[in-house]
């Protein structure tokens, strides 16, 4: 909770404030990883964590997440003070891709079975870069159609991120830490989502206000916001291009250790006396 108010804080309050949330949150986040390790019977078993590459897909299905509530949340504000949309125009722009990932999930899923997300998954949050690119030139212009058509693959490249990556994280787990494992990431939705929508907002609303008393344009100072969270989302994107990658090279090296350690075990046993 305190690192969430420091990240809200740090848009619109004092920059002490802000900070001394953030350490306060992370002194009682790091308390309660201790207590948990300790006790017989923890809230939340954070053994999963053990896992280097369920570390990785718990991270890359949270910027997926970010992704997802970021724009969902600035778009239609950013629809309705610039273009005098209603409230419900402004969210039905986000319906049709919405609605299609919901329909390519299962697909994503089956593909991630027979292929795994080495490459979909990178590939995934290379077209969210791409195109909620191509979605923040369009906000500049007039045509509302074109600005929903270049979301509509935008939001449909996290159906080729989050559900893989989910799995991609579960399925580095055994059968005793497996069920903690869902715990986690059913916890790391809401912190995505609770971090993502703070976070947006806050960039939308400081780089608007920020201009805005610079003395543009109240349609260039929102413009420019709406940008300033498109590139946080890019950057999001390309820190989990980086981490789908370092992802596959854990499972890589840990398949190498475990293919030394059976052929060691079986050179042992080959110099065995026969009885």
């Excluded at 790391?188 to 971090?195: D, L, P, T």
């Excluded at 929508?197 to 349609?219: C, F, K, P, R, W």
Aim: glycine share 14%; proline share 4%.
């Amino acid at each position: 909770m305190g690192i969430l108010y420091g990240v809200t804080a740090a848009f619109g309050g004092s920059a002490l404030v802000s900070g001394g949330s953030g350490v306060v949150g992370l002194i009682g986040l790091w308390l309660f990883t201790v207590r948990q390790n300790r006790i017989e019977h923890p809230l939340l078993d954070l053994r999963p964590f053990k896992s280097a590459p369920f570390v990785f897909g718990v991270l890359m299905t949270m910027l997926g997440l970010v992704f997802v509530f970021a724009m969902n949340v600035v778009i239609p504000l950013f629809l309705q003070a610039v273009r005098g949309m209603e409230p419900l125009g402004a969210s039905i722009t986000l319906a049709p891709g919405i609605l299609l990932t919901v329909i390519l999930g299962p697909v994503a899923g089956r593909l991630f079975d027979r292929h795994g997300g080495q490459r979909s998954i990178p590939l995934g949050f290379l077209v969210m870069a791409v195109f909620v690119t191509l979605v923040g030139l369009a906000a500049g212009g007039t045509s509302i159609l074109l600005f929903g058509i270049l979301y509509i693959p935008a939001v449909l490249a996290t159906a080729f991120v989050i559900g893989p990556a989910q799995s991609f994280a579960l399925s580095h787990l055994d059968h005793e830490t497996s069920p903690h494992g869902v715990t986690v990431v059913s916890t790391s939705f809401q912190i995505a989502g609770c971090v993502g929508t703070s976070l947006a907002a806050g960039v939308y609303g400081a780089i608007s206000g920020a201009n805005m008393a610079a003395g543009h344009s109240e349609l260039y100072s929102l413009l420019a916001g709406f940008r300033g969270t498109v590139g946080l989302v890019v950057l999001t994107s390309v820190v989990g291009i980086v981490l789908a990658v370092f992802a596959y090279r854990s499972v890589r090296g840990q398949r190498s250790g475990d293919v030394a350690a059976t052929q060691l075990t079986d050179s042992h046993a080959d110099e065995l006396p026969a009885i």
